[in-house]
């Protein structure tokens, strides 16, 4: 397990950009395979993206394809997600998991978008 901590959302205009980082505590966070999910409002959690333990590949929901980035950085236990051309539609709670969340789930940060 790993311990996961969400920060950088927040309130933005449509076709604005936010930037959402994940720091790690523990040794096995190079180990792992990372993700962001999202929820919105009335809706199950949902997949966004997802990066290989080594960072070299990643994958990317059809939604945001073209609009997010994902990366990490495994020499300081933190991963982002760079999100560009906001859409209202993705307003929801962002959070950040290891193994697809079988070796922890972050508290989640909100993300605003207004038309």
């Known amino acids: 397990q790993v311990q996961l901590v969400e920060s950088g959302g927040g309130l933005v205009q449509a076709g604005g950009s936010l930037r959402l980082s994940c720091a790690a505590s523990?040794?096995?966070?190079?180990?792992?395979?990372m993700g962001w999910f999202r929820q919105a409002p009335g809706k199950e959690r949902e997949f966004v993206a997802t990066?290989?333990?080594?960072?070299?590949?990643?994958y990317y929901a059809d939604s945001v394809k073209g609009r997010f980035t994902i990366s990490r950085d495994n020499a300081e236990n933190t991963m982002s997600l760079q999100m560009n051309s906001l859409k209202p539609e993705d307003t929801a709670v962002y959070y950040c998991?290891?193994?697809?969340?079988?070796?922890?789930w972050g508290q989640g940060t909100q993300v605003t978008v207004s038309s």
């Open positions: 990066i290989s333990w080594s960072g070299g590949s990643t």
């Open positions: 523990g040794r096995t966070f190079s180990t792992y395979a």
């Open positions: 998991a290891a193994e697809g969340g079988t070796k922890g």
